[in-house]
């Protein structure tokens, strides 16, 4: 634009070669020259700015166009994102449902474990109370059993004078003797 500007200021120093010439004075010029100058610019200037304009138009419309274009990919895109979204959530539902179950079977299986252990430990302790209450009913029968023995010997030994210490063998034996007989 400037060089345009620069020509225009510079036809208006060259000497006119006859009778036509510029006059790039606007105020000295007279309305023929005017009309003239504009004239001629709209008459060239009209294809000139309609081809311009006509260029911005269709830029425009292939701005718009290519934006619909991207707008309407981006929707398609937005609606597979919030169609996998959808289904994420799904899949993370049913994660935390199965978890949620898994934890409570996981509970009740350590649940019923601890208790199968508590009654087998019950079960034992019982066991060991019972064998050491049979242990200690038969450590005191054979206390009272060797007691009873000692009182009994102590008793005969003090009761018993060597004839009827005699006739008590003789007795048992003869008794034994009945029983081998029995048995063959």
């Not at 060239?44 to 990919?73: A, C």
Request: charged content about 25%; glycine content about 6%.
């Amino acid at each position: 634009m400037k060089n345009v500007t620069d020509f225009c200021v510079s036809l208006g120093y060259w000497p006119s070669a006859g009778s036509f010439g510029f006059n790039t004075d606007i105020l000295a010029t007279n309305p023929i020259n005017l009309t003239v100058v504009l004239g001629v610019l709209i008459f060239f200037g009209k294809g000139v700015l309609n081809d311009l304009l006509d260029n911005r138009k269709q830029r425009i419309l292939n701005t718009i166009q290519s934006s619909e274009e991207l707008r309407k990919g981006a929707i398609e895109q937005l609606e597979i994102a919030r169609a996998r979204l959808r289904e994420v959530e799904i899949e993370a539902e049913e994660y935390r449902r199965n978890g949620y179950s898994e934890i409570e079977r996981e509970k009740v299986n350590l649940i019923n474990a601890i208790c199968d252990s508590l009654e087998r430990l019950e079960n034992f302790k019982n066991e060991t109370l019972y064998f050491e209450q049979q242990r200690a009913i038969n450590q005191v029968r054979q206390r009272v059993f060797q007691q009873a023995l000692q009182g009994a010997l102590g008793t005969l030994n003090s009761c018993l004078n060597s004839e009827l210490h005699f006739r008590t063998i003789s007795a048992n034996i003869g008794t034994l003797g009945a029983m081998e007989e029995i048995t063959d």
